[in-house]
T-cell receptor
Framework: GENVEQHPSTLSVQEGDSAVIKCTYS??????FPWYKQELGKGPQLIID?????GEKKDQRIAVTLNKTAKHFSLHITETQPEDSAVYFC??????????FGPGTRLSVLP | ETGVTQSPTHLIKTRGQQVTLRCSSQ?????VSWYQQALGQGPQFIFQ???????GRGNFPPRFSGLQFPNYSSELNVNALELDDSALYLC?????????????FGPGTRLTVL
């Protein structure tokens, strides 16, 4: 089955700086990679996703890049704000219809 | 558009008891997946329901079971509760398609087993 690694486990940035979280996956057949943001006491919220037919996708301050050859994908957040503070999870499909999640990255944006 | 809802929000049970958690899928979604999230970890797949049948199962024992109803809502049942079952239980809904489906999560049910 799929295996997903995620780094770093914690990340602190100054407000306005950029943050980058990286994930690697093991199954070369995986074709869809979502990113979720989870705030304290809430369920994961989908913030961006990418399918394997594109290398990059951007939505305002958030972007995701995918390198299929190296089997890794990254979340980029620019101009970070305090409300970006949360735990972020990457995920990859396992046998198509469910997901294996990374262990999470706790992002702290310092004012 | 109504999002994914779960009930109850919190639940406290004692070891050996049974529990039922409920999930209403997002409007228009026909597939429900259940995940267990232990403190400080990512969600782990329990099972998925599509067309009222189990469609894939993770590494969880048979005392974890589920149902999906004709309106696509779902239940997760856990028998003979153990202390390690304490976790946030998440329901995610999606629309079954040709490619891997995008899953949208509910707020979760926090289960504490004493």
């Amino acid at each position: 089955g799929e295996n997903v690694e995620q780094h770093p486990s914690t990340l602190s940035v100054q407000e306005g700086d950029s943050a980058v979280i990286k994930c690697t996956y093991s199954d070369s057949a995986s074709n869809y990679f979502p990113w979720y943001k989870q705030e304290l006491g809430k369920g994961p919220q989908l913030i961006i996703d990418i399918r394997s037919n594109v290398g990059e996708k951007k939505d305002q301050r958030i972007a995701v890049t995918l390198n299929k050859t190296a089997k890794h994908f990254s979340l980029h957040i620019t101009e970070t704000q305090p409300e970006d503070s949360a735990v972020y999870f990457c995920a990859a499909p396992n046998y198509g219809q469910n997901f294996v999640f990374g262990p999470g990255t706790r992002l702290s944006v310092l004012p | 558009e109504t999002g994914v809802t779960q009930s109850p929000t919190h639940l406290i049970k004692t070891r050996g008891q049974q529990v039922t958690l409920r999930c209403s899928s997002q409007s228009g979604h026909n597939t429900v997946s259940w995940y267990q999230q232990a403190l400080g970890q990512g969600p782990q797949f329990i099972f998925q329901y599509y067309r009222e049948e189990e469609n894939g199962r993770g590494n969880f024992p048979p005392r974890f079971s589920g149902l999906q109803f004709p309106n696509y809502s779902s239940e997760l049942n856990v028998n003979a509760l153990e202390l390690d079952d304490s976790a946030l239980y998440l329901c995610a809904s999606s629309v079954r398609g040709v490619d891997t489906d995008t899953q949208y999560f509910g707020p979760g049910t926090r289960l504490t087993v004493l």
